[in-house]
């Protein structure tokens, strides 16, 4: 069974970095793309950023570009996000993804939630102005 718990949420003023871990088990992890996501309150979920299986290729959506990094450690069993330059519209619940098939299926990692085989639970990232 396959289980993506969050840590590294938190509350962050405006300007600010958080780093969000992801550990992954029941599952070949070096085999498959991953991926964040968020939901702001009000609002659909959206993709935030992608990795490929073996970490060559990574995607981010446009709000993301040049603020937050996506990393997937396959000796831990983890994939992470660092956020940097952190704004209050990036205030959501963050979550980490498997892509629903493994190895090239997904270049870059899923962006869709149709692309998503399994989700965690969330971790809440609130940044105050």
């Known amino acids: 069974q396959v289980q993506l718990v969050e840590s590294g949420g938190g509350l962050v003023q405006a300007g600010g970095s958080l780093r969000l871990s992801c550990a992954a088990s029941?599952?070949?992890?070096?085999?498959?793309?991953m991926g964040w996501f968020r939901q702001a309150p009000g609002k659909e979920r959206e993709f935030v950023a992608g990795i490929s299986w073996n970490g060559a290729d990574t995607t981010y959506a446009d709000s993301a570009k040049g603020r937050f990094t996506i990393s997937k450690d396959v000796a831990k069993n983890a994939v992470f996000l660092q956020m940097n330059s952190l704004k209050p519209e990036d205030t959501a619940v963050y979550y980490c993804?498997?892509?629903?098939?493994?190895?090239?299926?997904?270049?870059?990692?899923?962006?869709?939630?149709?692309?998503?085989?399994?989700w965690g639970q969330g971790t809440q990232v609130t940044v105050s102005s």
């Open positions: 029941g599952l070949a992890f070096s085999a498959y793309p």
């Open positions: 993804a498997k892509a629903r098939y493994s190895y090239d299926f997904y270049p870059g990692g899923p962006r869709r939630e149709t692309d998503v085989g399994s």
